[in-house]
C-alpha cells in the first residue's frame, strides 16, 4: 500500500482555476485523480503512468491537466475554468499494474487511496 495526502482543496468562483497536489510515500506506476459527490460513485477524472501517458474523462478535458514529479513522489491536477459540476471531493489513487487500458479510469483497479480534499465552485 502506497501512502497518499491530498492538499489543495478550496472554494472558488465559476471560472476560476485551482491546482490540487498529492503526496505519495513510494513511486507507483499508475496515478489518477478521482472526485466523489456524497451521493454518487466516485468517478475518474485524469491519470497517469510512469512514463507520461495520459487520460482524462470527458467532463474534464480541456480543462484539467493531470501531472507528476517522480523524483518528489507527487501527482497534481491543475483545474480550469471551474464551473459548480466539478464540486466534489477529490482523491488521489495509486496502482502498480493495471492490465487492461480501458480501466484506467476505473476506481477498482487502484489500491491505495489518500483521505481528499474538497473543492467548492460557486458564486
Known amino acids: 500500500q502506497v501512502q497518499l495526502q491530498e492538499s489543495g482543496g478550496d472554494s472558488v468562483q465559476p471560472g476560476g482555476s485551482l491546482t490540487l497536489s498529492c503526496t505519495a510515500s513510494?513511486?507507483?506506476?499508475?496515478m489518477a485523480w478521482f472526485r466523489q459527490v456524497v451521493g454518487k460513485e466516485r468517478e475518474g477524472v485524469a491519470t497517469v503512468t510512469g512514463v507520461g501517458d495520459v487520460k482524462y474523462a470527458d467532463s474534464v478535458k480541456g480543462r484539467f491537466t493531470i501531472s507528476r514529479d517522480i523524483s518528489k513522489k507527487e501527482l497534481y491536477l491543475q483545474m480550469n475554468n471551474l464551473n459548480p459540476e466539478d464540486t466534489a471531493m477529490y482523491y488521489c489513487?495509486?496502482?502498480?499494474?493495471?492490465?487492461?487500458?480501458?480501466?484506467?479510469?476505473?476506481?477498482?483497479?487502484?489500491?491505495?487511496w489518500g483521505q481528499g480534499t474538497q473543492v467548492n465552485v460557486s458564486s
Open positions: 513510494r513511486y507507483s506506476v499508475n
Open positions: 489513487a495509486a496502482a502498480s499494474l493495471i492490465t487492461s487500458p480501458r480501466r484506467r479510469l476505473d476506481p477498482q483497479v487502484y489500491s491505495s
